[in-house]
Nanobody, 124 residues
């Protein structure tokens, strides 16, 4: 079992940046593949990025490649999502997720634990 809690969301102007954090507690954080997703009302949860247990490998959705960066600090039990060059279409609730499996996968159904989400709003 692991508990996840996101923070760092807020209101930002287009072109701005936010750094989202997800703190984990419970089972050993370094045993989980971690990922970030986002969701807007009426749409399915969208994969953004995933990072391996050690942090040595990452995988991004095409929509955020070059703008978002996922990282983790296993000593602090935290995963981060640095979001740059934000656009109004990036407005969503952002979730972190943890998976027991070792691969980097974009399917939300393959993740075992989820946080409550943090709202990101980008104004034009």
């Amino acid at each position: 079992q692991v508990q996840l809690g996101e923070s760092g969301g807020g209101l930002v102007q287009a072109g701005g940046s936010l750094r989202l954090s997800c703190a984990a507690s419970g089972r050993t954080f370094s045993s989980f593949t971690m990922a970030w997703f986002r969701q807007t009302r009426g749409k399915e949860r969208e994969f953004l990025a995933a990072i391996s247990r050690s942090g040595g490998n990452t995988y991004y959705a095409d929509s955020v490649t070059g703008r978002f960066t996922i990282s983790r600090n296993n000593a602090k039990n935290t995963v981060y999502l640095q979001t740059n060059s934000l656009k109004p279409e990036d407005t969503a609730v952002y979730y972190c997720a943890a998976a027991i499996f070792g691969g980097l996968r974009p399917n939300a159904d393959e993740y075992d634990y989820w946080g409550q989400g943090t709202q990101v709003t980008v104004s034009s």
